[in-house]
């Protein structure tokens, strides 16, 4: 298989995830402008650099609100993270690797490329917002189904789920290093029956709400959120699942082609981090400081991943 | 439906019967809802935008992907027609290969005094590099795409021949796939020769050119200039069909005196490069010093046996316009009969005169650069405007030697289906060729392109073609 092919396929699938993720995180944008209009504005801003694109957008905008956020993180093809410029991406990619793709893959992703055009070609107006949302998780999803229903199990389909993997854990990183201070145990939260606006962001911006109830039974606690997305190994989007995946499919490819990297080591780490241990003790040393190194860490290994198998010359 | 005047039309005769070859295909027709039809039509345009099968016309941005249209009235060719012209296209792609042959090494034809000597040595198609080298195998054109039309119940003649990398395999078989998706029924009740196995017979008739080394099955590898080709869904098509990776070139390089491509494991070498990729950009190092779509050195390790390229660099020699006017002199040479199948006659303006007979009939005629391709830079006298030809006979003065001339051919028609009902349209066609050492195989059917505007002569995609499925009646 072709570095290039390689190459091709991690980041189509690494843009699909961004689509995914920044539609879930304008839903819980919108679910909390729409149930507690107090906390909106500062929401829309919080959004947008969970995102990781407040920088980008301060380029080109002054003042932050619901609309203009929703328009960048939509639809702005300056800003390359929009949905409409990494759908873009990832069928630009898709067509530099077709060969690697089954026909059903590939023209899922000619397809999501084509309703996504249409439904972002225009301003979204309100009422046509959750709509569109759904679409978005709609055309993943079906890109997701058909990887998974057609293609062949070998190192093709290992380099896609690295991509999902490797975005996923950066992203789910991300939401938590944005909110950490909310979850960090404070005097006057004892947990409370009553979730606030950030705990329930955090939950919806991983469509994690339900699944958490679930789990957790009982008062919503702050420090049960961190445990979820962190160390939760039946959570398809915590760190740890993302990490045991990610170290799953390089183990595949170190048997596939036997020879094992530097990369292996990176993602062993990784997977380490958030095995055997428990939320006090993340805690205790500190959880922006534990996401800041999970998120540094992941870039490490996205580049290491890349030179190991030489997606570029 | 009327025929156009003066035209063969392929399915109905002047009278209005239809001909035998369609006999079974207007039955159906007849019994089927004309507007059902052209929903059909619209199913048919989504479904190949969802495949992706489209075009970037060159100019464009890099953003504008068109679709070629397709007709879903089939192009029918009978038994007979069929197997006369698989005779004629054979007789043909071997002489052009012999002919490739002889100027890269002895010159026979030009010391008999057949070709003039300028037409190889100022053509710049003609590749010194070539000179005294054998291919492997001693193919040059492993595949070749022979533009045929036809302008009478038994008349067929070729029109141009397509010997550097001929494109259009891929509609040839995903029009088959759309008209068996939409119309079922229609393959049960009529014979077509299947054409699906276009992809395998490539790799099979490439394997077979791999320079000879004992061991494991030769690894095949696509050359695409990338997705901005307009080319680029054929490129990727046919790589994936084959089972054959797709390069660019960057991903290859010289490793051991052999081309090899960078794969997750390291260097792998390729022993056949179905390069998609024009001479000049082939190797920056012996052609166009700035080409980033070649790889610096293939030529080298081409010309020391390390790899095989197909087509061979340098067979644009052959499919020259102003070779082709030699085209019944060089295939009479080299098998020592007469052609098959006819050349359409042809004006060499560089002769003066020809060139006088070309000025004073420049209304009638078709003028084509030596060089041109796709359908620019030519003029169709007959439709042509009092200031387009009076341009092109400034031009004609001025560079003689770059034109040719040929009658304006009644081209056959065949119906395509338009909101109004059918109406008969010009058409050509590509069958594909593959050469192998000691082998030529031809598919049953090819491209048919058909020229969408009334009375238009011109079926180029580029300028407004579209194409329909060919079907190849069995015995």
């Known amino acids: ?313 | 439906m009327d025929t156009r005047p003066g035209h063969f039309d392929e399915m109905y005769s002047p009278d209005g019967s239809v001909r035998e070859t369609f006999a079974d295909y207007g039955k159906w027709f007849e019994n089927e809802d004309p507007r059902q039809l052209i929903k059909k039509s619209d199913e048919a345009e989504a479904l190949f935008r969802r495949t992706g099968i489209t075009f970037n016309v060159y100019g464009d941005g890099a953003a504008d992907e068109r679709l070629i249209p397709f007709d879903l009235v089939p192009r029918i060719i009978g038994h007979r027609e069929w197997a006369r012209l698989e005779r004629g296209i054979e007789q043909r792609v071997r002489a052009i290969n012999a002919f490739l042959y002889d100027i890269y090494h002895r010159q026979e034809i030009v010391r008999a005094g057949v070709l003039p000597v300028e037409l190889i040595s100022d053509n710049v198609a003609f590749l010194p590099e070539m000179i005294g080298f054998t291919p492997p195998g001693g193919v040059y054109t492993h595949i070749v795409g022979v533009d045929i039309v036809r302008i009478g119940e038994d008349e067929f003649c070729v029109l141009e021949d397509n010997a550097r990398t001929p494109s259009g395999v891929s509609y040839m078989l995903e029009n088959r796939e759309t008209m068996l998706r939409m119309f079922p029924e229609l393959f049960g009740g009529i014979r077509v020769r299947p054409v699906g196995n276009y992809p395998l017979e490539l790799r099979r008739s490439l394997t077979e050119c791999a320079p000879l080394r004992s061991g494991n099955e030769p690894v095949v590898a696509v050359l695409t200039p990338g997705i901005h080709n307009s080319a680029y869904y054929e490129h990727s098509f046919l790589a994936d069909q084959m089972g054959a990776e797709l390069v660019e070139g960057h991903d290859l390089k010289v490793v051991d005196g052999r081309i090899a491509m960078r794969t997750t494991e390291g260097y792998r070498a390729v022993d056949v490069l179905y390069r998609r990729v024009d001479d000049e950009y082939l190797d920056p190092l012996t052609f166009s010093p700035d080409s980033l779509l070649g790889v610096p050195g293939v030529m080298d390790v081409y010309r020391s046996g390390g790899i095989t390229l197909a087509n061979a660099p340098g067979t644009g020699i052959a499919d020259d316009k102003a070779i082709y006017s030699y085209m019944p002199e060089i295939i009479e040479f080299y098998t020592g009969d007469k052609p098959l199948l006819s050349n359409v006659p042809t004006w060499r303006c560089s002769e003066p005169d020809s060139l006088r007979y070309v000025l004073e009939h420049l209304d009638e005629l078709v003028v084509k650069e030596v060089h041109g391709s796709g359908g620019y830079g030519m003029l169709i006298g007959p439709a042509a405007s009092t200031s387009e030809l009076a341009d092109f006979r400034a031009k004609l003065i001025a560079h003689p030697q770059t034109y040719i001339a040929q009658p304006t051919l009644a081209l056959s028609t065949v119906p395509i289906l338009t909101r109004a009902g059918l109406a008969p349209r010009h058409v050509d066609l590509r069958p594909f060729v593959l050469m192998s050492p000691g082998q030529v195989h031809m598919v049953p059917g090819g491209l048919t392109r058909v020229a969408l505007e009334k009375d238009s002569l011109v079926v180029n995609s580029s300028q407004g073609g579209g194409t329909k499925d060919t079907w190849v009646l069995d015995d």
């Open chain 1, 1 to 313: 298989m072709l570095g290039r092919t390689g190459s091709g396929l991690y980041w189509m699938f690494r843009y699909l995830e961004r689509s995914e993720n920044t539609a879930r995180l304008v839903e819980a944008g919108l679910r909390i402008a729409l149930t507690r209009s107090a906390d909106a504005t500062s929401e829309w801003e919080s959004v947008v650099k969970t995102a990781g694109q407040l920088d980008s957008f301060h380029e080109t905008h002054s003042t932050i609100d619901a609309s203009s956020a929703v328009d960048f993180l939509l639809r702005d093809l300056s800003n390359p993270s929009s949905v409409r410029s990494v759908i873009d991406s990832a069928r630009s990619s898709a067509r530099q690797v077709r060969t690697a793709l089954t026909r059903e893959v590939w023209e899922a992703t000619n397809s999501a490329w084509m309703a996504l055009n249409d439904a972002l070609e225009r301003p979204v107006m309100d009422r046509d917002l959750p709509s569109t949302l759904e679409l978005i998780r709609h055309e993943s999803a079906i890109v997701r189904g058909a990887l998974h229903g057609t293609m062949m199990r070998n190192d093709l389909y290992n380099f896609a789920r690295l991509g999902t993997f490797v975005e996923r854990a950066d992203s789910t990183a991300r939401i938590l290093d944005v909110k950490y201070w909310v979850l960090l145990p404070s005097p006057t939260h004892v947990g409370s029956w009553l979730d606030n606006a950030q705990w329930e962001t955090i939950l919806r911006s991983v469509s994690g709400e339900r699944a958490y109830r679930w789990v957790h039974p009982g008062p919503i606690h702050p420090r049960g959120i961190a445990e979820f997305l962190i160390l939760d190994r039946q959570m398809p989007r915590s760190l740890a699942y993302s990490f045991s995946k990610i170290d799953d499919n390089l183990r595949l490819l170190a048997g596939t082609y036997t020879q094992r990297h530097d990369c292996h080591d990176r993602a062993h780490d990784l997977l380490m981090k958030v095995s055997n241990c428990t939320i006090d003790a993340i805690m205790a040393g500190g959880l922006h400081e534990f996401l800041d190194s999970c998120i540094a860490q992941t870039a490490a290994l996205g580049a290491q991943i890349e030179l190991d198998y030489r997606f570029h010359e």
